[in-house]
């Protein structure tokens, strides 16, 4: 038996990890293991949370396109609104909310803010219960939160991570690599080869092509088209005339971020898995560590009373998830419902 108190050698150490993983007692499924009530998002965990998670839960709806899940809704009123996150719906397409019931609502878009990449919905009256706001001002680093999975069936819980602020705009991204031998006495930069992601690429894009155009503006260097790709933003569609051969041909193009086109070459990226389509570009944030899935984004993210400190809204990495404070959801909302 090794006294604690003793400072281990490598090989008792390593004679340690050899015990542990092979004695069955250590196995994964063993007694030693913590049960899965007792988990992050276990039953017991969630328990803690008391008026917490019965909040979230009854607050939250599953928002479906096209008979997939592609994001959560907070309902904010008894009329019916809701807010969730915009990008993540297509402007054509069946939405569908379903309630904490199971019941199935037909929802419409009414309004969207692209600065907040926020919208608002609307289903029949009566059909919701409305989220309870919280004053996200008193929430600090280590304050406990929490928020439902993307199908709004358990609740998980987690901390505030940092100090709130301003995620600066990202530019969207082409995701070619270009020849560095451009003229720029010369129409056009050709093209050599493509990210793992590339919207160009599958947009039908080819290495070789001569990029000789962006919108209306005429390219003759890979400055050039750096300075105008740069005005756009992820998710926006950009015109692209490019010269194959003596054809010239046009493409629109939907940009993408810099980390969803070069994922694969990023190792930070391979382990986060999938992320949001917009997750910058925001005046004031709350960042949590709760691990949701970029289909969770649009459902309140609540304190231990279960008060709404904001609304989930972008999924940046494996441990970064922004929430948009309380304060600035409210006032959107109340715009947007004057848009209509």
Not at 106 to 121: F, Y
Not at 266 to 281: E, L, V, W, Y
Request: charged share 25%.
């Amino acid at each position: 038996m090794i006294n604690v108190k003793q400072l281990l050698s490598f090989p008792q150490l390593l004679g340690l990890l050899t015990i542990a993983s092979t004695c069955p007692s250590f196995a994964q499924g063993s007694p030693d293991e913590l049960p899965e009530n007792l988990r992050l998002n276990g039953s017991k965990t969630v328990l803690a949370f008391g008026p917490g998670g019965e909040a979230a839960r009854l607050s939250t709806l599953v928002i479906q396109q096209e008979g997939e899940i592609v994001a959560l809704a907070t309902a904010i009123d008894p009329d019916g609104h809701l807010l969730t996150k915009s990008s993540e719906l297509d402007a054509k397409g069946k939405i569908s909310a379903f309630s904490p019931s199971g019941e199935k609502l037909e929802a419409a878009i009414l309004a969207r803010d692209p600065a907040n990449d926020l919208a608002l919905l609307k289903v029949p009256s009566g059909k919701v219960i409305p989220i309870e706001w919280g004053n996200p001002d008193n929430l600090s680093q280590g304050s406990w939160v929490a928020a439902m999975t993307y199908d709004a069936d358990s609740l998980m819980i987690g901390v505030i991570s940092a100090t709130r602020r301003e995620i600066e705009r990202r530019p969207g991204v082409l995701g070619v690599t270009l020849d560095p031998n451009d003229d720029p006495d010369e129409l056009g930069v050709a093209i050599d080869g493509f990210g793992p992601n590339s919207p160009a690429q599958k947009q039908g894009m080819q290495s070789g092509d001569l990029i000789i155009r962006v919108q209306s503006t005429d390219i003759k260097s890979r400055r050039e088209l750096a300075d105008q790709i740069s005005k756009f933003d992820p998710m926006d569609e950009v015109e692209i005339k490019i010269l194959r051969g003596e054809e010239g041909i046009a493409f629109t193009v939907t940009l993408n971020y810099k980390s969803n086109v070069f994922d694969m070459l990023d190792r930070n990226q391979q382990m986060s898995g999938k992320t949001s389509r917009r997750k910058a570009g925001f005046s004031d944030v709350l960042q949590h560590e709760l691990p949701l899935t970029p289909q969770a984004m649009g459902g309140p993210l609540v304190n231990l009373q279960g008060k709404a400190m904001g609304i989930n809204i972008a999924r940046a990495d494996r441990v970064t998830t922004f929430a948009l404070p309380a304060s600035v959801a409210i006032k959107i909302a109340e715009e947007l419902k004057k848009q209509r």
